[in-house]
């Protein structure tokens, strides 16, 4: 076809109906099915349960981050997905044994693949409530049991062990999700889809995020040039998060898993807010106050969950109070506003990227509220060099990437 002196290539693409979905978004949205290309296959197989529309785009996402963050950092990646966003992005580094108890795993060996899903998932556990997993190593008996217990949808993974897939596949009465992904699978190169009508395509976002992306030559602030290793690792975790995170995004990461994952925000500012709130409560958790609450012993663990973020927020109304207090044996005294302000003073360390630049030195005086130190950004604003110093004044050190990160 041809527009003015310009001429496009007219673009066929033939689809065949692989299965059925119960309906799409929402129930009144049928009939809903999922298409491979006529010449192709699927990315996975269904090896338990019935996948649903959100289910399947949660899963081909969280599948495309946990491979690529394997193959950036090296270790055993995992995501815990909702919505199309991820609530938590983790790979296989040791968990401290505050972070043991705090996570409820008690004090036991760790597979490579447990770690990285336990920091996935136990980041922020209340949006992570109902998600649907991803892992990419073979899942084993050990990872399976810790899924057990967790409010889930699903999981998607390269591979089970015998015992491991016995284990999910009698999950939710037998319905529990599980879908075994191609590592050989190639996706085409141009992506389409129709709105209104409307067919959109693009080039896939190929873009391979390496530790490059944070060389000296990239380093734009005065404080050195060369990031440590372990922050690099974290700014890989928070860069391959915010590549399938719904835009604008940001995240935190320290230690080896995002902390605080802000999505879909119209304000860059927002989401380094949001995003900031959900590693203040993370840190919170690890407060003495929050891990002395006295729980009753028949209290659940997600109900556990639950009161330690409302014991951490405070702002409760008389009726949250008295929920809140039928859950422990007497009332705890409050966490106060001086003490939560100065234990997230003892946060260092942590590394936050953002999927675009940023326009304004506001979001590093966030930033600097929940100990970033590490900063990864594309840099290109007009802005730019006052954003710079504002990260001198902090002491931080900011890597332009160049490389835009927007997901939609």
Known sequence: Q???SEVFPQLVREYKIERPLKYGVNPHQAPAYIARTADGNLPFQVLNGIPGYINLLDALNAWQLVQELK????????????????????????LSSDLQDIYDVGDVSLTPVALAYLRARQADPMCSFGDFAAVS????????????????????????????????????GGAYIILQADLDYKPPQIEIREIYGVAFAQGRNNVELTKAHFNPDKIVTANGKDIPDSAVRDLLIASICIKYTQSNSVAYAIDGQAIGIGAGQQSRVDCVKLAGSKVEKWFLRQHPKVRALPFKPEVKRQDRV???????????????E?????????????????????????????????????????NVDQCSKRGVQYIAQPGGSVQDPQVIAAANEYNMMMAFTGVRLFHH
Do not use: C
Request: hydrophobic fraction near 40%; aromatic fraction near 8%; avoid cysteine.
């Open 2 to 4: 041809q527009q003015g």
């Open 71 to 94: 193959q950036a950092t090296g270790l055993a990646a995992a995501a815990s997905f909702k919505h199309v966003s991820p609530a938590g992005v983790g790979v296989a580094v040791p």
């Open 137 to 172: 190593d073979v899942v084993d008996e050990q990872t399976a049991m810790f899924l057990k217990r967790e409010v889930s949808d699903g999981i998607i993974a390269p591979g089970y062990d015998p015992k491991a897939l016995e284990i999910l596949k009698a999950k939710k």
């Open 306 to 320: 639950n009161v330690r973020i409302a014991y951490i927020e405070g702002d409760m109304t008389e009726q949250e």
């Open 322 to 362: 008295q929920a809140f207090l039928a859950n422990l044996t007497h009332k705890p005294d409050p966490l106060t506003t001086e003490e939560k302000k100065d234990f997230i003073k003892t946060l260092k360390g942590v590394s936050l990227s953002s999927d675009a630049f940023f326009p304004f030195r506001d």
